[in-house]
Each structure stands twice: as C-alpha cells, then as structure tokens.
C-alpha cells in the first residue's frame, strides 16, 4: 500500500514521462493538468494508462475526470488503492 | 558518389543544424536508415537516407546550421570500388568542434589508417541517444557529454533528473558551457521564436498563394461515440481508443475515394498522393504546432491508428520525428475540440490542397425522422484549394467524411 506522498511522486513522475518538457516543480496541483500543461486526450490516456502499469489499479473511462488534477489523481489513487486493500481483506 | 542533402522538411523550413550524426565514414547504411539529427525551427527531426550506400565523408560538423539543399555527406553506392579513404573508421567524435571556424569535415586532419576492410554496420539503434529536449539543453548547459549519461526513460532515454545526476560531484549546477562542448539545441525562447517565424512565413504564403474556399457540415456522432464507449468496455486500458481515430479514419478512407482532395499542387499543376499521409496536427506544449504524417491511414485499422497517433503524439513531444514524417502527408487533419471551440476554418499547408478540421463534440437538438432529440454533434469543416477542386467536390468529400461516422463498426 502506497502513501499518499508515494502516489504523488509517481503520478508526477508518469507526467514527466509522458510530457518529458515538462517540469515537474513547476505543476501547480489543484490546476487542470490539461490546461497548465497543455496535455491532450491522447496524452492523458497514456498517463492513465501508465499509472495503470505501475500501480494495478484500474481506471474506467467514465472516470477520468476524476483524476484532471494532480490533487485529484492522487485522492482518487488513494481511494481506489484503500478499496481494493478493503475487498482482499 | 552520391551526396546526400540537408533535407526539406516542410515547406516551412530553409535552413537546419545538425545536431548529432548516427553514421561515420565507412558505416554501411540502407534506404530508411536514420542518419543524423537535424534541429529545424521547429523541432528535432531524425533524418532518413533515401539512398543506401557507404558513408564517405560526413561535410558538415554537429552543431553547423546550413541551408536545406547543402551536402550533408557523400556516399558510395554499395558493393562500388571504394578507394581506401584515410578517413574510414575515425570516430565520429574527431570532427572539429563547431566553435572552430566552419571547417568543413574534409579538412579533417588525417585519422591513423584504419585496416583495410571497411567496417560494414548498418546504423544501429544502439548508437542512437535518446535524449529529451529539455535533457539536451540541461546537458549542453553543464557541459555533460551525453553519451556518457545512462538514460532511466522510456526506451533508455535519457532525462533532466539523469543529466544531473550525471553531472561532476562539487559542480555548480549550471556553470557556462564548455568551451567545444557541442552547441545546445535552441533555447526555449529561441526556439519559440524561430517556430512562429515558420508558421508565419508559411501560412502567410498560403493565404497568399491558395485560392481556400471553406465548406462545413455537422455531423451526428451518437452512433460512433455509442459504438466506442462499448467497444471501450472491452478492451484493457491500454487498447482503449479515442473519438479522434474515429474522425481520423473517417477522413483516410474517404480521401482515399476523392484523389482530388489528398495531394499536392506544385509547378501549376496538381499532383495526388501516392497514398494517403495524413498530416495529424500536434500542438506541441508552449506553443506552436506540427503535423507529421500518419502513412496509410487509409489502410490502418482504429487499432492501428491509435498505435500510430500515440507514437507520433509522443515522439512529436519529445522531439524525436522522422524525416518522412515531416515531408510526406498528403492531406491535414486538424482537431481543435479539446480545446473547446466549436469549428475551425483551416489554412491549407503548401503544398498540399485541403485540410479538414474538427471542432468540440456537443450536445445539441438534432432533428431525425421528424422527432426532435439530443445528439452528440461535431462540425467538420473543409479548406480545399480551388485551383485543384470546386465545392462540388469539397461537398461530396464532408459527406463521405459523414458517412463513414455513422458506421463505426466498419470503418
């Protein structure tokens, strides 16, 4: 099980790497990533998808509003992860 | 002995510098082979040959900026007589480092004799760096030389965090470049500069060239988004599918039928396709845009057409284009939903003959069958060229367009 400040690194991390130009001290966390980094739909889905890679968790599509922020992605990580842990148990 | 030639890539671009070389003298390359990484205004291009051969002389050093048309380096058709050249074998890194007065890598001081048979090795991948552009500058800025520097991104490229750690313990963190150390890519600003000068100047010949004539339709695209969001359903994350392969496809297909709408007009005359290559407009972050080829989207399945949008997104941003990808598309899609507008009337690229643009996907009353209901609605709009076709056909070619929307399931 990931701490909160695990998620946030590796949703920074999976953001540098899908956006390499990006600098990561500079992302403001209650911005819109899209907005802020000018990441579109194509580059979105891949940050989903690589979180997905690393983490496990699965994100429906219906869903990804949810993670438009990296405030937002991390609560949402962070949610999803205690759910599953909570379903194992 | 063939020369191989600053290459165009675009008809927005004059001049380009040479960022690094993949080839020596003596290597062995195939047509397709990439060879050298060239800086345009606009972005990082990796150059292909067109030509196989033996690489002979390599004329101009990293970090030279000549213009398009220059000899880049000669070559020998494989399997010729090559007379022994003292030069076969010398590093790469034996050329004169740019800061010298422009010496033409001809001038190069002899390199110790290598042995005779000359050293035949395609240009491999392994001696490619994969390097980002903010790595590149990082580095150039401490003067780190890259090919030292292990890379922890995607495919062993090197990153900002590996160029710092790279860097010499007790090193300030950005002390002026080395002297000799090869020149950066542009700076940032530079860079953005460089790249609106390109579209200007370009997109100001368009208007000034090309007779556009503009026609829209908005298309219905419940049955598609329907058909997606199910077929999404099905699929892992990672083969999940975005709304624009739909409309990409859309447009490949029907391209492929109107030959008037997909190709060039150069020297007076009109020219089609030898395919459909459709340009696939990328914003790049921080400003300004390229759209290089998708080739054969006509001929791709959506899975395909995925794969080929999110390689090209991604090396687009990265800054690691091909050569071909920047010269070939024969027709350009541009999608400016995201970012919320409604339509957009394009400006065709030279020297091709239309250009099809896509707005937001909205909520909107839409009358069927006499019932009024609410479907999901994009514009498609249509700049074509009306010294190679007449609103005839541009019509007939947003209809196909349409169409081939309402039957997702076989695109």
Redesign the interface.
């Known amino acids: 099980m990931s701490t909160e400040q695990d998620l946030r690194a590796l949703v920074i991390s999976v953001v540098?790497?899908?956006?390499?130009?990006?600098?990561p001290a500079a992302i403001d966390p209650d911005a819109g990533l899209?907005e802020q980094?000018?990441?579109?739909?194509?580059?979105f889905?891949?940050i989903?998808?690589e979180i997905?890679?690393r983490t496990g968790i699965?994100?429906p599509?219906r869903d990804y509003p949810k993670l438009s922020t990296l405030n937002d992605a991390v609560g949402y990580l962070s949610r999803a992860q205690a759910l599953v842990a909570g379903s194992g148990a | 002995m063939s020369d191989f030639v600053m290459p165009s890539l675009g008809a927005d671009m004059e001049a380009g510098t040479v960022l690094d070389w993949y080839v020596k003298p003596g290597d062995t390359v195939k047509r397709g082979d990439i060879v050298a990484l060239v800086d345009t205004s606009k972005a990082e291009i990796e150059v292909e040959i067109f030509q196989g051969g033996v690489i002979d002389e390599l004329r101009v050093p990293v970090g030279e900026r000549v213009p398009v048309g220059t000899v880049l380096a000669t070559l020998h058709p494989v399997g010729d007589e090559v007379p022994v050249p003292v030069r076969v074998g010398a590093p790469a890194a034996a050329m004169p480092a740019p800061a010298a007065p422009a010496i033409a890598v001809t001038a190069l001081p002899a390199a110790p004799p290598a042995p005779a048979p000359i050293q035949v090795v395609a240009a491999g991948t392994n001696h490619r760096l994969r390097v980002?552009?903010?790595?590149r500058r990082v580095a150039a800025q401490l003067g780190i030389d890259l090919s030292q520097v292990s890379g922890s991104?995607?495919n062993g490229?090197i990153?900002k965090a590996d160029v710092e750690r790279a860097r010499p313990a007790g090193q300030p963190p950005a002390p002026a470049r080395r002297p000799g150390s090869p020149p950066p890519a542009r700076e940032p600003g530079d860079r953005q500069a460089a790249m609106r000068e390109a579209i200007g100047a370009l997109m100001a010949r368009s208007k000034r060239e090309i007779p556009h004539y503009y026609l829209q339709l908005e298309i219905d695209m419940g049955r598609a988004l329907d058909w997606l969001?199910d077929a999404?359903?099905q699929r892992p994350?990672?083969e999940?599918l975005?709304p624009?392969v739909l409309l990409l496809s859309a447009v490949a297909r029907a391209a492929a039928e109107m030959p008037e709408m997909n190709g060039f007009w150069t020297d007076g005359a009109f020219r089609s396709g030898d395919g459909v290559h459709l340009g696939v407009a990328i914003?790049?972050?921080?400003g300004g845009l390229i759209a290089p080829a998708l080739h054969d989207a006509d001929q791709k399945s959506l899975e395909e057409i995925m794969a080929g949008?999110?390689d090209l997104?991604?090396r687009a941003?990265?800054g690691r284009l091909r050569s071909s990808e920047m010269s070939d598309p024969t027709l350009t899609v541009t999608n400016l939903g995201?970012r919320g507008v409604d339509l957009v009337h394009g400006v065709i690229y030279p020297p091709q003959v239309a250009l099809v643009g896509f707005g937001a996907v909205r909520e909107r009353p839409w009358a069927i069958d006499g019932m009024l209901g609410i479907r999901p609605v994009v514009v498609a709009t249509l700049a074509a060229d009306h010294r190679a076709s007449d609103g005839h056909a541009g019509g007939r070619f947003l209809t196909l367009i349409e169409r081939r929307l309402q039957k997702p399931e076989d695109p």
């Open positions: 540098c790497q899908v956006a390499p130009d990006v600098d899209a980094l000018d990441i579109d739909s194509m580059d889905l891949n989903v998808v997905n890679a699965e994100i599509e | 980002s552009p903010l790595a991104g995607p490229a990153t969001r999404n359903l994350m990672n999940r975005l624009s914003s790049l972050r921080g949008v999110r997104v991604q941003r990265s995201e």
